[in-house]
């Protein structure tokens, strides 16, 4: 059975930066892309950003590109995404998601996604 636990949100003042992380365990994670979505109260889960499985590719939504940073550990089995410089927009639950594919793309759609974490909510307060 995949599970997916992330940790480390909380609030933040603005400006400030978090590092999410998200453990984990059931699938052979070295072969598996990873990404981070996220979602406003009364939006829709929206991209954030996603890492192939190797490493090699990155993808990152327009609004976070330079901000933050998506990285993995596979000797951990853990993907973490550095947030810096948040902003109130920022505010959402965050969810990290896995694929079958080790491979990404530009924007992925949360329905290319087949496992997910529960999620951990970011409060960026002014």
């Known amino acids: 059975q995949v599970q997916l636990v992330e940790s480390g949100g909380g609030l933040v003042q603005a400006g400030g930066s978090l590092r999410l992380a998200c453990a984990a365990s059931?699938?052979?994670?070295?072969?598996?892309?990873m990404g981070w979505f996220r979602q406003a109260p009364g939006k829709e889960r929206e991209f954030v950003a996603a890492?192939?499985?190797?490493?090699?590719?990155?993808s990152y939504a327009d609004s976070v590109k330079g901000r933050f940073t998506i990285s993995r550990d596979n000797a951990k089995n853990t993907v973490y995404l550095q947030m810096d410089s948040l902003k109130r927009d920022d505010t959402a639950v965050y969810y990290c998601?896995?694929?079958?594919?080790?491979?990404?793309?530009?924007?992925?759609?949360?329905?290319?996604?087949?496992?997910w974490g529960k999620g951990t909510l970011v409060t960026v307060s002014s």
């Open positions: 890492i192939s499985a190797s490493a090699y590719s990155k």
């Open positions: 998601a896995a694929r079958e594919s080790g491979y990404i793309a530009a924007n992925m759609k949360a329905g290319t996604m087949d496992y």
């Open positions: 059931g699938l052979t994670f070295s072969n598996h892309a």
